[in-house]
């Protein structure tokens, strides 16, 4: 399937990208917040859209996707960073660090870190904890 939707690569501080027209297949918007390419980010967010448009899969906040890439990815539903209107909700994919630490987690690195606000580290720890009854993705990391 050739993607139908596009995805809007913002140059700002800290690169954003977010996706226009998964909504049509039932799913918030997605959104990256890492600094990496455009063709890096275009690429992150097709792959997470094609399971969306074609598998059906209907992600929400808190949800761990082991099946796309090497290492899993988290969504989380929060406010886009860089809102096309007022109030846009959005689904943030979200990476560990090389060091395989996630942004809500103590020690991530700070350009993995910054994918989340700190309030929204707060609600992603408390999400995880009842989702998956840990604090951390690395038990021996808690505090």
Known sequence: M???WIIHYILCERPSSHTHGLNKYGSLELELNLPVS???A???????GEAIAEKGRNYHSGDRED???TLPCYLFET???EPSQ???RVLRVLFCDPAGIYPWE???DPDYAAQLSESEKMEMAQLYQQRYGAASVHPNMEK
Do not use: Q, R
């Not at 275009?42 to 997470?48: A, D, K, S």
């Open 67 to 69: 099946d796309i890439f």
């Open 2 to 4: 050739k993607p139908d």
């Open 38 to 40: 455009d063709k890096k």
């Open 86 to 88: 007022p109030g846009e």
């Open 79 to 81: 406010e886009s960073a």
């Open 106 to 108: 103590p020690g991530c």
């Open 42 to 48: 275009m690429m992150i967010l097709n792959l997470v």
